[in-house]
């Protein structure tokens, strides 16, 4: 099969006598006119090569190489600078985003296959055992104070039962809860990260942030100090960040708080599932329609939503589900019953729910919405249900 070539260029004549170029020695190519289309059509492509021109008015080639070395899944494609300019501070900026040639421009066909070349045998090792990326899962509550978190910190565990390699991220800096929940000292993993500059968020950064909780379960976590929620506004370290978490699991699982933010949208179009938590009693079933209609206008079906609903008020004043279930056109994943004493406990005892009541009636459903969950995710191998 070709190798494919993507071409990053703002100058249409580069596109098309660089792409010719490259057709004529039997690669496939696809040219972006600058650098937001480029990283799209990475992701989308996920081409063997980049042809990465740094002078471009929307976003230089810098950092289009930033962000592509960001993004675990597309980080290892070899980039070939092209530059008008042959300074060597240019080079050395270069190759210090991650670059790994270079082409100075005008090229000669004969040096440009031979670079080509060159590049794509280098790196052809890389390209022959391609990881499978981790599945990820969002949880998001139609509004706030319903168990979102809660739900999420125990489905995490019931899927780590499974054999399930979880990652648990709280993605709300300043208004994290499940520090407290766990009697997590000190949950300062995720401002840190967002505190950063995007060059600076690296497996080994976001590595170092994470902590292991008892259970097993990986968590990374936000504090609970409320100068740090505009931390969220940080959108593309909370993106990298993200991006680095799907490079160390099989499972992410990322609790996004209530309602869309601006940190969390970009997030949930690039999810595998979005687990919509909604309390079946007015107003939050509206809440949870409007919810519904903007994920659809930002790219997430309905077929892309589990629905779980919170039951804690009285039977009386409940919708019921299957019309909850059909006003938001979304399959019922699960329902979670009240338990606050069982609630309290957990969380006074730093202890998570279905470890603390292995037979109660919410245990059991946690553990059924984690198998409805599990069918999104990359199969378990060589471990039994504990
Ligand atoms: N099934 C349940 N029945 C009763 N209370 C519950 C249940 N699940 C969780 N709770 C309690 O509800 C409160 C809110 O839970 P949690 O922090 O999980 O909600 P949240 O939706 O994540 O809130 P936030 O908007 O602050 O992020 C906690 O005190 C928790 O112990
Ligand atoms: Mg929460």
């Known amino acids: 099969m070709a190798e494919k070539i993507l071409i990053i260029d703002d100058d249409i004549d580069t596109l098309k006598l660089v792409g010719l170029m490259l057709e004529r ?27 990465l021109d740094v002078m471009m008015p929307d976003m230089d080639g810098y950092e289009v190489t930033k962000r592509l070395r960001a993004d675990p899944s597309i980080s290892s494609i070899p980039i070939i600078m092209f530059t008008a300019k042959t300074m060597v501070d240019d080079k050395v900026a270069g190759f210090e985003a991650g670059v790994d040639d270079y082409l100075t421009k005008p090229t000669h066909p004969a040096e440009l296959t031979a670079h080509v070349k060159a590049v794509l045998a280098r790196t052809a090792h890389a390209r022959s055992e391609p990881s499978e990326r981790a599945r990820s899962i969002a949880f998001v ?35 994290g809860t499940l520090a407290l929940d766990l009697h997590i000292a000190e949950p300062v993993g995720l401002s840190h990260l967002l505190s950063r500059s995007l060059k600076d968020i690296h497996l080994r950064s976001v590595d170092s942030e994470i902590i292991a909780h008892k259970t097993g379960l990986r968590l990374l976590l936000s504090s609970f100090y ?3 929620a505009e931390l969220e506004q940080a959108v593309p370290q909370m993106e990298a960040i993200v991006a680095n978490l799907t490079a160390m699991c099989t499972t992410v699982v990322l609790d996004m708080g209530s309602g869309i933010r601006p940190h969390t949208q970009a997030l949930l179009s690039n999810c595998d599932r979005v687990v919509l938590v909604v309390e079946p009693i007015y107003p939050a079933t509206m809440i949870g329609q409007t919810l519904v209609e903007e994920l659809e206008t930002r790219g997430i079906g309905r077929h892309k939503v589990s629905l779980a609903l919170i039951t804690r008020e009285r039977t009386s004043l409940q919708v019921p589900w299957q019309q909850v279930s059909s006003d938001l056109g979304l399959e019922l994943a699960g329902i979670i019953s009240p338990a606050p004493e069982q609630a309290h406990q957990a969380s006074q005892s730093g202890t998570p729910l279905i470890v603390l009541h292995p037979a109660g009636l919410v245990t059991d459903q946690i553990h059924k919405l984690a198998d409805h969950l599990s069918t999104f995710l990359l199969p378990v191998r060589g471990r039994t249900r504990l």
């Open 226 to 228: 409320p100068r740090e």
């Open 141 to 175: 509550g139609a509004r706030g104070g319903l168990g979102t978190s809660t739900i999420a910190l125990n489905v995490s565990i019931a899927l780590q039962h499974q054999g399930h390699d979880v990652l648990l991220a709280e993605l709300s800096p300043g208004r």
């Open 25 to 51: 020695q039997g690669y496939e190519i696809s040219v972006a006119s600058n650098g937001t289309i480029g990283l799209q059509k990475t992701s989308s492509i996920v081409p063997d090569l980049i042809l």
